[in-house]
């Protein structure tokens, strides 16, 4: 089964910034999408960002804009997304989400980003 692999998470100060990695550890998929999802305790599981395979779409929820930038490096196979000015309500653990043309639906573990006020 494929998991894929992010990174980038640990603990920051109000205000502070990471830059969160998802890396695919395969090749050969027809990839449609990249996203970034989020879940704290107690909640639902929240999409913040996504973005298109060939990069032409991006998306950002209204929480997330002005703070957070969504990119892809294609020759790397990797999707990051920069977190700036963050906030205690953006702790959370933050999944990649890859989705093919034909609706098969991958993620990762996880990792964690924990912001202090």
């Known amino acids: 089964q494929l998991t894929l692999v992010e990174s980038g998470g640990g603990s920051v100060q109000f205000g502070g910034s990471l830059r969160l990695s998802c890396v695919s550890p395969?090749?050969?998929?027809?990839?449609?999408?990249v996203g970034w999802f989020r879940q704290a305790p107690g909640r639902e599981r929240e999409g913040i960002s996504c973005i298109s395979s060939a990069g032409e779409m991006s998306y950002y929820s209204d929480e997330m804009k002005g703070r957070f930038t969504i990119s892809r490096d294609k020759a790397k196979k990797a999707v990051y997304v920069q977190m700036n000015s963050l906030k205690p309500d953006d702790t959370a653990n933050y999944y990649c989400?890859?989705?093919?043309?034909?609706?098969?639906?991958?993620w990762g573990k996880g990792t964690l980003v924990t912001v202090s006020s």
């Open positions: 989400n890859l989705q093919t043309s034909d609706y098969k639906d991958y």
């Open positions: 395969e090749d050969g998929l027809n990839i449609f999408a």
